[in-house]
């Protein structure tokens, strides 16, 4: 399996005649789709993708054709086909199947949400969830997307990049407030980061919404390298980080470490 996206290009054998420009377009349009345009206009989508409305129109047209959306003449909106997409990834990769029983035993343990997540750009990407209760103001769930410089598993994700690369993030990262806690200062993130890096840990108290507090360490697959980053979500009212860094760090540690044992990480 390619490593990176540059052994899949070398994979392809880097040719650029083989992108498919209308495949890429029609996938524009389909992310073009979310909390901010649930039923979009044909001209919704032509502005959030920056494409034309001559070939927005194709696109919707062809997904509705096959059953990936569904219009009133007017506004457009995604069928539940369109997960057929997303059951793809979930049902090629071991990672969220075998997360779960992990994940469920954490929020058994310590009665609070545990999520594991993938680094995909300058985002988190939750790949497997098992809530107790619900602590954000938006409704997390397999596919959702948080920016990863101010949450915890984004921490420790970027934490494990190179050191080369994360710099290279860190230079081109939008890093904007969310809270009166969020850091936004470079100098300052570099080294929280450092700082899980060398601890093995991460923690957000406040920085991408208030009252949310997370922990998360990595969890790691063949050759010891990390593959995703497992958290646990709380209350800052309820949990205080004297807490966070005692019983339920072990909790987290332990069975992160259990599940990186199946993946070959130990």
Do not use: W
Request: net charge neutral; proline share 6%; with cysteine.
């Amino acid at each position: 399996m390619p490593t990176s996206k540059q052994e899949a290009m070398e994979g392809a054998d880097n040719d650029p005649q083989l992108f498919v420009t209308a495949l890429a377009r029609g996938l524009a349009v389909i992310r073009a789709f979310g909390p901010e345009r649930l039923h979009p206009t044909l001209s919704d989508v032509a502005k959030a993708t920056k494409l034309p409305r001559a070939t927005v129109r194709r696109c919707l047209h062809t997904l509705v054709e096959l059953g990936y959306a569904e219009s009133n003449g007017r506004f457009f909106s995604l069928t539940p086909k369109i997960l057929l997409l997303g059951y793809s990834y979930l049902s090629s990769t071991p990672l969220p199947r075998l997360a779960q029983p992990f994940l469920e035993r954490v929020s058994e343990r310590s009665n609070e949400s545990c999520s594991l997540s993938v680094l995909e750009g300058d985002e988190i990407v939750y790949v497997a969830r098992s809530a107790t209760r619900r602590i954000m103001s938006v409704d997390l769930s397999v596919g959702s997307r948080l920016p990863a410089f101010c949450t915890s598993m984004g921490r420790v994700l970027l934490a494990a990049l190179p050191p080369a690369e994360l710099e290279r993030r860190l230079a081109a990262m939008k890093l904007e407030p969310y809270t009166a806690h969020t850091t936004v200062d470079r100098a300052a993130l570099a080294a929280i980061l450092q700082t899980a890096r060398e601890q093995g840990y991460a923690i957000s108290d406040q920085e991408l919404e208030l009252g949310l507090r997370s922990l998360a360490v990595p969890v790691f697959g063949a050759g010891g390298k990390v593959v995703a980053a497992m958290n646990l979500s709380t209350q800052a009212s309820r949990v205080d980080l004297d807490t966070l860094r005692g019983p339920l760090l072990d909790t987290l540690r332990l069975t992160a470490a259990e599940m990186s044992g199946v993946l070959g990480g130990y």
